[in-house]
Structures are given as C-alpha cells and as structure tokens.
C-alpha cells in the first residue's frame, strides 16, 4: 500500500488534494440546499445547527470512502492529511467569501 505522500501519478499529496476538492463540491451542494429549503422552514441559526451536523456527516463520509484511496495508514498521515484539507478549506472558504464581495470582517465573524 502506498503512503499518504506517494500517489499512482507520482505527485505529492495528489490523492488528498482530489479527496478535497471532492469534500468542497459535496460541502458547496449541502450548503446550496440548506440556504433554498432549510433556512426558509427552521430560520438561519437553526438551519446553522442541523447544517453543521450534516456537514460533519458528510466530511467524514467522504473521508471514510476515500480512506483506502488516500493509503494515510499512520497517525501521522492522517493527521497531515486533516491539517492539509482544513487549510485548503480555509483557504477555500475566505475566497468565496471575498468572490461574493464579503469584507474580511464578515467572514470571520463566521469563525468567530
């Protein structure tokens, strides 16, 4: 089995990287589908909370299918791996943030 820091195209951390990409996608459509259809029912903060639990679900889902392909088989590849997607995501989400014209301020209030 090939470690977290080789992949069959013989680039770093490519598997991780596409595992990601594949987690932003699914994360993207979940968040689209709780603006339309939860948030009118519940109201935002609620649609927050069952959002955030759903998220969770669907991240760990998609680790979990993935984790074979990934081949992170020591503590230490996992944990490099999770570091690597959170600040993609990050990274990812700050971006959107100011695409759609947010001030730095908005968006971290948003971690906050």
């Given at each position: 089995m090939r470690s977290?820091?080789?992949?069959?195209v013989g680039r770093p951390w490519?598997?991780?990287?596409?595992?990601w990409l594949l987690i932003a996608?699914?994360?993207s459509v979940h968040g689209t589908l709780r603006?339309?259809?939860l948030v009118p029912v519940v109201g935002a903060a609620a649609a927050s909370l069952v959002g955030?639990?759903?998220?969770?679900?669907?991240v760990i889902g998609v680790a979990w299918l993935a984790s074979r392909w990934l081949g992170a088989?020591?503590?230490a590849a996992q944990l490099g791996?999770?570091?690597?997607?959170?600040v993609l995501m990050l990274g990812f989400e700050?971006?959107?943030?100011?695409?759609r014209g947010f001030s730095w301020q908005r968006i971290a209030t948003d971690y906050g």
């Open positions: 977290v820091h080789e992949s069959a490519h598997p991780c990287r596409a595992v996608v699914v994360e603006e339309f259809f955030f639990a759903v998220g969770c679900v669907l088989t020591t503590r791996v999770g570091v690597l997607w959170a700050m971006a959107m943030g100011r695409a």
